[in-house]
């Protein structure tokens, strides 16, 4: 197996293209689509399918990348591993991030990798606000997307996908009833997540493929989830809220799921980086710590 070979066609995947994956490497694009054919060829399939404005995965290729993809975590993380046991990890990493994500995720995981590492330190920026990497000196992003991210000469690396539902105290989900449909939460209370006026309406996917737009009463907006999942705690209304944020509280019976058989959206969280390589070893290593731990985390498997 050829590293590289598989080191430029993650890049393309990840990029949404050849022209992004060199922007990206700073190399030359026909040197990835020279390296990406020659793959191909050596295993004898087609990988992409591509035309002059379009680039997908073939079957073959949803494997390989998969596949690939793990492979080159695995010898990020042996690198990062090496470095550790060679010389400590040692220096700052600057991290930004939603408030949500530093509330309910990397609270549960930050504690052991800075325990790991005595003396990395880390700057946490937590704000909904979007932080500009280059000009606020940020080193990696966490940032949560239901559509491409632009190309912005970043390295973006998928962490997981991550499953919002609707969710509402047990008062209001015996008020509904467990056979309810979208039509069936039609105007009622909603906490809507940023406290700018917006949309009132939630978007919902359900069995089959099938899409539902549920407007609601606009109860409370505010851009703290704590505050909107305590807010639907006490029965103030529904909100769609992020899955891994309230499994404690289903857990708990504190809130109820409603409309199990249906999802308020399935956006992408990616970890933003600068080029690979220069990256200080303390940053590489928090990258693979991230990519290794946070679905885990996000996906009701992993704990502190």
């Known amino acids: 197996m050829d590293l590289n070979q598989a080191y430029y066609l993650v890049h393309v995947v990840e990029k949404k293209g050849f022209s992004a994956a060199a922007r990206a490497l700073g190399i030359p694009k026909s040197r990835i689509s020279r390296h990406v054919k020659t793959l191909e060829v050596d295993l004898g399939t087609r990988l992409l399918n591509r035309d002059s404005r379009h680039m997908s995965l073939t079957e073959a290729g949803e494997a390989y990348y998969r596949h690939a993809r793990m492979a080159l975590e ?20 600057t991290l930004s991030c939603s408030v949500g994500v530093a509330q309910f995720a990397l609270s ?7 325990a790991e590492n005595p003396r990395v330190i880390l700057r946490l920026q937590a704000s909904n606000d979007y932080a500009d990497l280059i000009s606020d000196g940020i080193d990696l992003a966490i940032r949560g997307h239901a559509k491409l991210l632009p190309d912005s000469g970043l390295i973006q690396r998928r962490i997981t996908e991550v ?3 609707l969710f509402g105290s047990p008062g209001l989900a015996q008020q509904i009833g467990g056979s309810a449909s979208p039509t069936d939460l039609e105007g009622l209370p909603g906490l809507g997540l940023g406290w700018r006026p917006g949309g009132n309406s939630w978007t919902l996917q359900g069995p089959g493929g099938r899409s539902a737009s549920v407007p609601y009463a606009v109860r409370m907006r505010c851009d703290d989830m704590v505050t909107l999942k305590l807010a639907a705690t006490a029965g103030l209304g529904v909100a769609a809220l992020p899955a891994y944020v309230c499994a404690e509280d289903v857990t708990a019976g504190r809130l ?12 992408e969280i990616s970890l933003l980086m600068h080029e690979r390589r220069g990256n200080p070893p303390q940053v590489d290593a928090l990258a693979a710590f991230l990519r290794r731990d946070l679905p885990d985390v996000m996906n009701g498997v992993g704990s502190s």
Do not use: Q, Y
């Not at 695995?74 to 990493?93: I, S, W």
């Not at 549960?108 to 800075?114: A, G, K, T, Y």
């Not at 109820?256 to 956006?267: D, H």
């Open 74 to 93: 695995c010898m990020t993380a042996a690198e990062a591993a090496v470095r550790r046991d060679k010389d400590a990890l040692e220096g700052t990493v």
């Open 108 to 114: 549960r995981i930050l504690p052991r990798f800075l």
């Open 163 to 165: 499953p919002w539902h």
């Open 256 to 267: 109820c799921r409603l409309l199990p058989e249906w999802t308020a959206g399935l956006p």
